[in-house]
Structure formats: structure tokens, C-alpha cells
Nanobody, 118 residues
Framework: QVQLVESGGGLVQPGGSLRLSCAVS????????MEWYRQPPGKQRELVAT???????NFADAVKGRFTSSRDNAKNSVHLQMNSLKSEDTAVYFC????????????WGQGTQVTVSS
């Protein structure tokens, strides 16, 4: 059974930084496309970043230039480095693994809260 566990969330002041991590167990991490989503209070979940199997990344316009992401295939983990945080970045952040080897199967973590406030 594939499990994803996010960590690293918390309270940070505007302009600060946080680094989220997502640990994946029980599957074949190297073949997964990984994604980060967030769900602000009262809003729908939105895609933040995509990390392909080869490590290439794409980011939502709202976070481009402020967020970066990387994957560590040796440790079955993916990270989201968030800099210059704004109040509008406040959300629950989720990671998702997408397995397309046979059929499309998605696995989600439980999420980690990020609050940007002074």
C-alpha cells in the first residue's frame, strides 16, 4: 500500500520561508510523477507544482520565482521550498503521487498546514 506523509508545515511570518517534505512508502517512487497541491481556507484545492520522474518542475504562476521543488529518489521523498511567503499562501498543502505505469493511479497524503501571518 502506497502511503504519503507530508511534514514541515507551520506558522511563519510574511516574507519567511518553509520547507515541506513528502515521504513516500510502499511503492515505486522513481516512476511516480509527484505534485504539490494546496487548499486555502474556504477554497478549492489547487495545483502548486509538478515534479516529473526526471526531476523537471513546473509551478503555478502564483508561486513562480518563490517556490522550488526537488525529489530525492534515494530517499523516496520530494520537497517544496517556499520562500518569500505571503498571507495568500496560507493553506493546507498536500502531495500526490501519480503512477501511470499500467493505469493512472493517484495517491494522496493527509496534508500539512501552512499559515503565513504576522
Amino acid at each position: 500500500q502506497v502511503q504519503l506523509v507530508e511534514s514541515g508545515g507551520g506558522l511563519v511570518q510574511p516574507g519567511g520561508s518553509l520547507r515541506l517534505s513528502c515521504a513516500v512508502s510502499g511503492g515505486s517512487f522513481r516512476i511516480y510523477t509527484m505534485e504539490w497541491y494546496r487548499q486555502p481556507p474556504g477554497k478549492q484545492r489547487e495545483l502548486v507544482a509538478t515534479i516529473a520522474r526526471d526531476g523537471k518542475t513546473n509551478f503555478a504562476d502564483a508561486v513562480k520565482g518563490r517556490f522550488t521543488s526537488s525529489r530525492d529518489n534515494a530517499k523516496n521523498s520530494v520537497h517544496l521550498q517556499m520562500n518569500s511567503l505571503k498571507s495568500e499562501d496560507t493553506a493546507v498543502y498536500f502531495c500526490k503521487a501519480i503512477d501511470t505505469l499500467v493505469t493512472v493511479t493517484e495517491y494522496w497524503g493527509q496534508g500539512t498546514q501552512v499559515t503565513v501571518s504576522s
